[in-house]
Structures are given as C-alpha cells and as structure tokens.
C-alpha cells in the first residue's frame, strides 16, 4: 500500500491545529478525525457523525507514548496491549481522571489503538500526537471505504479528505476490555 504524500500529510495536519475535522483511510474503513483535545473539534465531529456523546471514542496513535498520557497503565497492560500494536486491536483502558468526557463519554476507560495503517500512522507521527478516530459515517449509512463515499455519506464538502486506500479489513477493528479480555466488538 503505497502512503501518500508528505505534503497531504502536513495539509491534514495544519487542518487538524485549525481544528477542523478530517476523513483518512484506516485498516477497515475510512475514519473522522481530530484533535482529540481541542472540544469544539470533537463536538463538531460528533454532529457531523450524528454521533452522542456518551458513546465515547478511539483514539489512534502511532505509538504507545503518545497514547500514555491518557492512560492508567501498569507493566501488565502494556504487556497485554503491546503484543497486538501496531495492529487491528483497539483496547479499552482505564484513562487518567483528566481526560475529558467528551472523549470517554459515559465511562471511566478510553477506546485506543496503535494503528498499523501505514497512512494514519504517518498522519500521526507528523501530527505528534493521537487523533480521534471513528467511521466516517452516520447511523443510517454504512462506513464509507473510497473516500468518495465520504463526502456521499456526510454530504460535507467542507471536509479535508486524506486520500488513500483502507487496509482491507473486512470488519471494523476489533475492540476488547483490557481488564477482563471481553470482546465489545
């Protein structure tokens, strides 16, 4: 899979600062994404998504330290998750008391993954710092996988598209409960 160019990647990248939301390929699907730090960022992609709040999120990475922060780890945790990252598996781990609901909506964990799709992980390196990542699509419509799809399903032409194919998976990621190992999806 070829990646895309630096200059899409610092162009979605100068979008996310600006706080703007923006659509890349990911190992199943394409995904919305922003900084998952800035609120009026996320909210924006939840209304976009016609998505509430208190489902909460994922964040990708492209390593394990940028999702630390986030996180309340201990060697066996990161044993555990550090056996599937890079990869296809997003774990849900107990997040640090400082992270906002709007990223762990209801609950007191956060979805992450270290993603092996070679563009959002360079779209994650150049970043510096985590995305938020959810299926670029509503409810009602099935996730877009051509990026053409994108702008059909959300009918939101306002929207920075990273161009790219998804990794080919032909499910969504696979989501699993650090704590107890219980498959959530």
């Known amino acids: 899979m070829a990646l895309v160019s630096s200059f899409k990647i610092r162009q ?3 979008n996310i600062s600006q706080g703007k939301v923006i659509a890349y390929p990911t190992e199943a699907v394409f995904g919305l994404g922003c900084d998952p730090l800035n609120e009026e960022a996320v909210y924006r992609l939840l209304a976009i998504k016609k998505r509430k709040v208190e489902k ?5 990475a492209y390593s394990l330290s940028q999702l630390e922060p986030y996180l309340l780890l201990d060697k066996a945790i990161i044993k555990r998750i550090q056996k599937t990252w890079p990869g296809a598996v ?3 781990i107990p997040a640090q008391s400082w992270v906002p609901e ?3 909506g209801k609950h007191t964990s956060l ?3 270290v993603t092996a799709h070679p563009i959002a992980r360079q779209l994650c390196k ?3 710092k985590p995305l938020v990542s959810t299926s670029a699509n509503t409810n009602s419509k099935p996730p877009a996988i051509k990026s053409w799809e994108v702008l059909k399903n959300l009918d939101n032409t306002h929207l920075f598209i990273l161009p790219g194919q ?3 998976l032909a499910h969504t990621t696979s989501i699993y409960n650090v704590l107890n190992y219980q498959q959530i999806r």
């Not at 909460?56 to 990708?60: D, P, R, T």
């Open 12 to 14: 979605a990248v100068r």
């Open 56 to 60: 909460g999120l994922i964040l990708i």
């Open 90 to 92: 997003t774990w849900i």
């Open 102 to 104: 709007w990223l762990t």
């Open 111 to 113: 979805a992450v993954r």
């Open 126 to 128: 150049v970043n510096g």
């Open 166 to 168: 998804v990794g080919g």
